[in-house]
């Protein structure tokens, strides 16, 4: 950790009222990137916190409804993944192989040695890779309609599934995910879900054995329930539930049940005996080597929007012309702020 600043300050929770004084934001910067986070619940001690990542496009303001919930139980934390909310914008598109790199540099710069991780929607495969590469880091994981990568189907059926989930999401979630979306742009969110669905979350988590929860929404028609079954298959240890009448967006629509199912789950894992798996794996999982956060990009992709050259995805993207990437000024997104 070259550099490691901490600027807490109120902020504004978009879309939620009344929790102004429950939900803080934070800025901290780790190896001169700036994080910006919300937290929520520092004073609850004995429980290990947890750790909120968000799906594409949107930010940690897409927790408003939940966090509070969560936070009657433990400190929660809810990070702007780099590139989207307010966290300063990336060299590169990261994957998500790099995107779990910069949640755990997130992780340790505001001091969270262990917790749990709540993922929704394609932040399921960040959270996933997150618990893959630091499994000490990670204590369990309830992943609410987790994507699985290259198991999806493609972009543009994944987006008729979006549209379809429309008419059954609460109304007041539209703008805080409007405005998300405008500050990410749509080039970053294209570039980001092609890296993500290199992954095969089916198989990674099939690796892991840590205690799970799945979480579908009944009405959900962008996480089929085939595919929650997939993820259950390949981790017969995991626990499934489904929030009946409950479209993609549930951690807003239906975010009390969500939260009973949570913290049920999570209260059981609190204090684990010291001969449980949970403690055991914490004190063998050996540490990996940090790759680099910043790779080598593709040749040739405009310099905003290049991809990132990983060995997981080397090879698999040369299909792609870096020239079909349109080029945004990164002036122009900061007018946009």
């Known amino acids: 950790m070259n550099e490691k600043t901490l600027n807490r300050r109120a902020a504004p929770w978009e879309g939620l009222r009344g929790y102004d004084a429950l939900v803080q934001g ?23 916190p947890l750790v909120l990542i968000h ?14 919930w969560l936070a009657d139980r433990r400190p929660v934390y809810a990070l702007d993944l780099p590139g989207f909310g307010r966290s300063d914008d990336p ?7 790099q995107l779990a790199r910069a949640t755990r540099l997130w992780m340790e710069a505001i001091g969270l040695d262990c917790a749990h991780v709540l993922a929704h929607s394609q932040g399921a495969q960040i959270a996933i890779e997150l618990a893959d590469d630091r499994p000490q880091h990670v204590a369990s994981l309830s992943l609410a309609s987790p994507t699985l990568g290259e198991r999806d189907p493609a972009l543009p059926w994944m987006a ?16 805080v995910v409007t405005r998300a979306y405008l500050r990410s742009g749509l080039v970053q969110m294209v570039w980001t879900n092609h890296l993500l669905s290199h992954d095969d979350s089916v198989l990674t988590l099939g690796h892991l054995r840590l205690p799970t929860l799945l979480v579908r929404g ?40 969500l939260a009973r199912i949570v913290n049920a789950f999570l209260a059981e894992l ?15 999982a050996p540490a990996r080597p940090d790759p680099p956060l910043t790779f080598r990009p593709v040749t040739g992709a405009p310099s905003r929007y290049r991809l990132a050259d990983t060995p997981r995805c080397a090879g698999r993207r040369a ?19």
Not at 55 to 68: E, F, K
Not at 160 to 175: A, F, K
Not at 220 to 240: G, M, N, Q, Y
């Open 26 to 48: 934070a800025d901290v910067v780790a190896e001169g990137h700036r994080y910006f986070y919300r937290f929520a619940g520092e004073g609850r001690a004995g429980a290990l």
């Open 55 to 68: 799906g594409l496009g949107v930010s940690s303001a897409y927790w408003g409804r939940l966090l509070p």
């Open 91 to 97: 060299d590169t598109v990261l994957n998500s192989v």
């Open 160 to 175: 008729l599934r979006l549209l379809r989930d429309v008419p059954r999401e609460d109304r007041s979630l539209l703008p």
């Open 218 to 257: 009944e009405r959900d028609p962008v996480i089929t329930a085939e595919a929650v079954e997939s993820l259950a298959r390949a981790a017969p240890h995991a626990r499934c539930a489904v929030i009946p009448t409950a479209p993609h967006g549930f951690h807003w629509s239906h975010a009390l049940p």
């Open 270 to 284: 609190d204090t684990p005996p010291a001969d449980s798996p949970i403690r055991q794996r914490q004190r063998r």
């Open 319 to 337: 299909a792609v012309p870096a020239t079909s990437a349109p080029g945004v000024r990164k002036d122009d997104r900061d007018e946009r702020r």
